[in-house]
Nanobody, 116 residues
Framework: QVQLVESGGGLVQPGGSLRLSCAAS?????????VGWYRQGPGKDRELVAI???????MYADSVKGRFTISLDIAKNTVYLQMNNLKPEDTAVYYC?????????WGQGTQVTVSS
């Protein structure tokens, strides 16, 4: 079984930065690639934010491109989401996910609130 635990969320002012962490246990983070970050804002559907695929390729939603960066630390078995120049519309619960065969695994989420 794979367990994913997000951390690093909190309250930040517009223009600020946060780094979210997703610690994986039970399997190597490499074995559950593609891994990704999703978010769900108030009254909205869950949307894909960033995904890391085999070969070190990363893809981003247009709304975060140029501001967010997804990365992996194999030694720490952790996937990160660096978020810069945050905007109020980035406010959401952020979830990390991993893939094993036809199954997807999810963390419990971490709240990010961007407000002045």
């Amino acid at each position: 079984q794979v367990q994913l635990v997000e951390s690093g969320g909190g309250l930040v002012q517009p223009g600020g930065s946060l780094r979210l962490s997703c610690a994986a246990s039970g399997r190597s983070i490499v074995s559950i690639i593609p891994v990704g970050w999703y978010r769900q804002g108030p009254g909205k559907d869950r949307e894909l934010v960033a995904i890391f695929t085999s070969g070190g390729n990363a893809m981003y939603a247009d709304s975060v491109k140029g501001r967010f960066t997804i990365s992996l630390d194999i030694a720490k078995n952790t996937v990160y989401l660096q978020m810069n120049n945050l905007k109020p519309e980035d406010t959401a619960v952020y979830y990390c996910s991993g893939t094993w065969g036809t199954n997807k695994y999810w963390g419990q989420g971490t709240q990010v609130t961007v407000s002045s």
